[in-house]
């Protein structure tokens, strides 16, 4: 079947104007499709609307891609001028078949620098392509630097959600509310791209570059990730990109928490957003990130409990009880009397509740734990009169839930991973 | 951890007869979706007709997990789920709807039944709420109640196949696939659906 150059261009306009048509007609398409369909049609439209989404029977594909492709080559190389109107067309068609196209996002780019393209279109394109190619990397890419853009375009001044410390006009609040809105959006696009690839490691490492670049490591929206993705992985339990994100959740809330004890410390400017650490018990920043800790091992559990044999979720707590015993050894060294009395509470395992008769017990289960002694007495009755303790992760309950998994197990891969990660407690974190 | 489809068929002498059937393919592309709901019906048929009476299976198909209870008296179920999803629960649903299904339903209409005459309507349901499978059912009352040696364990679907039978010649005969499936077909195993750009 010989296709005349005539034949070919005539379909391809059709097709451009067609999807072009086809977003005026429905602003809210929401999701791009491949229909199969081999048969060559060149009567009708390869471009079918439903509801809400939009598809290309796959027929038109193998014409229109290349002439597309050259199109806006020859229009690069200077060979062949594009108006502005037909570069935002024939870059959206692209990408939407071939999204990792770099030079077509670049034109884009450029589109948008001079005022022709509006930032919110691109997001929306770059949203459309993704339901398509979820893991498409220059289309992440496309999506971040739209929003920096949008970050030094929008606001003059860096934008610190933190620094509350007087009341702002109305101006600084809209900014925040707007901050807030484009927060949930990327966490929703990200979270639709990972649950359309398992795996999916460059949704969520934009996740991690949103926590980063967007919140700034604001607590509040650390702790409600940490809510939000529980539900998530618990639903995803082989994911490990999923199960990093929240790796990466702790590490951060550790490392803004254990920032804000030391500015209770030295107190220079107190931080009022900070509803989550609340500042009047100078050990309170302390018992939260225990508590996390204590928390993700506890899902941990639960997990490998109920889903024998997938290997992700060993993995997982290996990263947390790594996290868990770094920190541990960090706040040890601290100064005295901040430290949580930790010999006393990794006495406390999980079988056991507080007792008040074993604080003259410090066994020395962990070879790593050594001034710990030192002034904990008093410490020591100060958080047993305050409640129940919370038993820490620690060496030899790690060891119990070991033995634990291993005599009720039936799964040979369960059994696998639980002696390894025996071996790695004995050999790492044992030393 | 994902359920796509639950069936219920009645295993013919020569081929199995679809009953009733529920979907969620909500997880897959919308322009996808018919076609794949084909190759899940066609799937579900292919292994009870492949199964012996009184057994139950998992069959391994790229990133799919079929579970298939073949009862003695001919009723079959099969539930096509992804590898996370727990495939105990899944042979607890599949005694559990055998069972209810089998009361409610006479026999004498399963050889000739198909979805528009059949009387069944709990299928959509109880697939929903299997979704999940902690919600669903208590999983230490599952894991003490089946012996999973009994469950026969297959790499492939080609294992369930005759001696030189092809799956894509089964695919091509096949009356529950039509013809944009059967493409579709093709030019999938072509290609690492990976970097799909066709």
Not at chain 1, 165 to 178: L, S, V
Request: net charge negative.
């Amino acid at each position: 079947m010989a296709e005349s150059e005539e034949e070919v261009d005539v379909l391809v306009q059709r097709v451009v104007k067609d999807i072009n048509n086809a977003f005026k007609r429905n602003p809210n398409i929401d999701e791009i499709g491949l229909i199969p369909c081999p048969e060559v049609r060149y009567n009708r439209s390869p471009i079918v609307l439903v509801e809400n989404k939009l598809g290309v029977e796959s027929w038109c594909v193998k014409f229109l891609l290349p002439y597309v492709h050259n199109k806006l080559l020859l229009y690069k190389q200077r060979k062949q001028w594009l108006d502005r109107e037909a570069l935002v067309d024939i870059t959206c068609t692209l990408l939407l078949l071939n999204p990792d196209f770099t030079t077509a996002w670049n034109v884009r780019k450029e589109l948008l620098q001079c005022g022709v393209l509006n930032p919110e279109k691109d997001l929306y394109l770059v949203k459309l392509a993704l339901s398509k190619h979820p893991k498409s990397p220059e289309t992440w890419i496309h999506r971040r630097w739209v929003l920096q853009w949008l970050q030094k375009e929008c606001s003059p001044s860096e934008q610190e959600l933190k620094d509350h410390a007087e009341p702002r006009e109305d101006a600084a609040r809209r900014q925040c509310e707007r901050l807030q809105r484009a927060l949930q959006e990327e966490m929703r696009v990200c979270a639709d791209a990972a649950g359309r690839y398992p795996s999916n490691y460059n949704a969520w490492s934009h996740r991690i570059w949103v926590l980063q670049n967007m919140a700034k490591g604001n607590l509040k929206v650390l702790h409600d990730e940490l809510s939000s993705t529980r539900l998530w992985v618990s639903m995803h339990v082989s994911d490990h990109s999923g199960f990093h994100y929240r790796q990466h959740l702790l590490k951060a809330l550790a490392r803004e928490l254990s920032q804000v004890g030391e500015t209770e410390l030295h107190p220079t400017k107190q931080p009022n957003g900070e509803s989550t650490a609340g500042a009047s018990d100078d050990n309170h920043h302390n018992d939260v990130i225990p508590q996390l800790f204590h928390e993700e091992m506890e899902l941990c559990t639960d997990l490998i409990e109920s889903y024998p044999g997938h290997e992700t979720l060993w993995c997982h707590r290996r990263h947390v009880f790594y996290l868990w015993h770094q920190w541990r050894r960090e706040h040890l060294q601290g100064a005295g009397s901040q430290s949580p009395p930790l010999t006393h509470t990794d006495v406390l395992l999980s079988e056991e509740p507080c007792d008040d008769s074993s604080t003259s017990q410090t066994m020395d289960v962990d070879c790593v734990l050594d001034g710990s002694k030192h002034g904990s007495y008093t410490q020591d009755t100060k958080r047993l009169k305050r409640g129940p303790l919370l038993p820490h992760p620690a060496l030899p309950s790690e060891h119990t839930f070991v033995s634990k998994i291993l005599t009720g197990c039936r799964s040979t891969e369960q059994n696998r991973f639980a002696i390894a990660y025996r071996k790695w407690l004995d050999s790492v974190i044992g030393q | 951890m994902k359920l796509y489809s639950l069936s219920v068929l009645y295993k013919g002498s020569t081929k199995a007869n679809l009953l009733k059937a529920a979907y969620d393919l909500s997880s897959f592309s919308f322009f996808q979706r018919s076609s794949v709901q084909e190759f899940m019906t066609f799937t579900s048929a292919l292994i009870v007709e492949r199964s012996a009476l009184g057994s139950r299976a998992s069959i391994k198909e790229q990133e799919y997990l079929c579970h298939v209870y073949v009862r003695n008296d001919n009723l079959g179920g099969v539930v096509i789920a992804d590898s996370e999803y727990p495939s105990r629960v899944c042979f607890t649903l599949l005694d559990k709807v055998l069972d209810e299904f089998s009361r409610q339903v006479n026999s004498i209409d399963w050889p000739s039944g198909s979805p528009a005459t059949i009387q069944y309507t709990a299928l959509d349901s109880h697939l929903a709420r299997y979704q999940n499978p902690r919600e669903a059912d208590a999983m230490t009352k599952v894991q003490a109640e089946l012996d999973e040696t009994k469950i026969i364990l297959h790499n492939t679907m080609e294992s369930l196949l005759e001696r030189g039978e092809k799956l894509d010649d089964l695919v091509q005969k096949s009356e529950h696939l039509g013809n944009q499936s059967k493409a579709f077909y093709k030019t999938a195993r072509k290609q690492n659906s990976c970097c799909e750009i066709m």
